[in-house]
């Protein structure tokens, strides 16, 4: 599976545009988009423009409302506190500045499971785990330790996640790898391969 992913879009049409190139040029599977996306009216051109599943969280400048607004984009998925399965590849959205969920709705069947019984392969947040790619200047890390202890508890394969615009890049921690996406000033996508069977590696490749 090829995922291209990206944070911090802050409404600026050149960073949307950019990442329409792209889509064309790396033919993904499937598309996050991890939060600050501002959904302006460029942002909901750009989505339209999108054609694959798109998975899409609000940051902590985009409105929990944006939700309702995307469920008008038949590719569009609002994934906050939901788990979408993708060609076998369990996806969690866990968006906002300070997630804290106890259970998630199953978008493939309906139903609604306890996150502590949930396999999660890629879990999309906005915030970074607590020490793992959240380094703002002079060295703060300014992480969720929730999503850290969720990180450590619950193993999943990949984070995607973006807000701290100083730390983007990707490293392993443990079995997670985690890709902090965000475009920053210079930025434009990343994208990521992984196989299904967990021990097949993940390559990530900044844009």
């Known amino acids: 599976m090829i995922i291209q992913a990206a944070a911090d879009f802050h409404g600026k049409e050149s ?9 064309r040029d790396n033919n993904p599977d499937v598309v996050v988009l991890a939060g600050d996306v501002d959904t302006n009216s460029s942002f909901f051109e750009f989505l339209d423009e999108i054609k694959v599943p798109t998975l899409i969280i609000h940051g902590n400048v985009d409105s929990i409302c944006i939700g309702e607004e995307i469920k008008e984009y038949d590719n569009a998925i609002f994934l906050h506190e939901k788990m979408y399965n993708i060609d076998g590849i ?10 804290i969920l106890s259970d998630i709705s ?14 999660i392969d890629v879990l999309v947040t906005h915030i970074p785990p607590k020490y793992a790619m959240d380094r703002m200047a002079l060295g703060l890390h300014i992480g969720s330790r929730w999503i850290r202890n969720l990180m450590d508890g619950k193993n999943p394969r990949l984070i995607l996640c973006g807000h701290v615009h100083e730390d983007p890049g990707y490293a392993k921690f443990g079995k997670t790898t985690v890709v902090n996406c965000s475009i920053g000033k210079r930025g434009r996508y990343s994208i990521i391969e992984m196989g299904k069977e967990i021990n097949d590696e993940i390559t990530v490749d900044m844009f």
């Open 15 to 23: 960073r949307y545009k950019a990442f329409l190139v792209g889509l």
């Open 106 to 119: 199953l978008i493939n069947t309906g139903k609604r499971i306890s996150l502590k019984d949930a396999r």
């Open 90 to 99: 369990n996806f969690v959205g866990a968006g906002g500045s300070n997630p």
